[in-house]
C-alpha cells in the first residue's frame, strides 16, 4: 500500500518556476516507478513524466521535454518535478502516481494516485 501526497502547487506567472514534491508512505517506496500527470479543466489526464524506481531512468512528454524535470530521494522517500518556464497552458491539476513496474501507459490501470496540487499560470 502507498500513500501519495502532493504539494508545492500555486498561482504563478507565465515564465516562473516551482517545484512540486510528491512525498510517499510506506517501506516500498524505493520498489515504485513513479509518474507525475496533469489534468486540465475539462481535459482528461494526460502523462507528464515519470522515473524508474532507483532515479537512473526519466522519460518526458513532449509538450514538456526541457522546461521539466523529474527526480526523486529515495531516502526521504519522495519524487519532485521542477518546472520551469511555465506557460498559461501548464495549468492543471499536477498529481503523481506510483506502479511497481512502470506501468504508465493507461491511467486508468494506475493504482496508485496522490489528490492533486493545483498550479495555475497566469499570462
Known amino acids: 500500500q502507498v500513500q501519495l501526497v502532493e504539494s508545492g502547487g500555486g498561482l504563478v506567472q507565465a515564465g516562473d518556476s516551482l517545484r512540486l514534491s510528491c512525498a510517499a508512505s510506506g517501506r516500498t517506496f524505493s520498489s515504485y516507478a513513479m509518474a507525475w500527470f496533469r489534468q486540465a479543466p475539462g481535459k482528461e489526464r494526460e502523462f507528464v513524466t515519470r522515473?524508474?524506481?532507483?532515479?537512473?531512468?526519466?522519460y518526458y512528454a513532449d509538450s514538456v521535454k526541457g522546461r521539466f524535470t523529474i527526480s526523486r530521494d529515495n531516502a526521504k522517500n519522495t519524487v519532485y518535478l521542477q518546472v520551469h518556464s511555465l506557460k498559461p497552458e501548464d495549468t492543471a491539476v499536477y498529481y503523481c502516481?506510483?506502479?511497481?513496474?512502470?506501468?504508465?501507459?493507461?491511467?486508468?490501470?494506475?493504482?496508485?494516485w496522490g489528490q492533486g496540487t493545483q498550479v495555475t499560470v497566469s499570462s
Open positions: 502516481a506510483a506502479d511497481l513496474f512502470g506501468y504508465f501507459s493507461d491511467p486508468s490501470s494506475i493504482r496508485y
Open positions: 522515473i524508474n524506481s532507483n532515479g537512473g531512468r526519466t
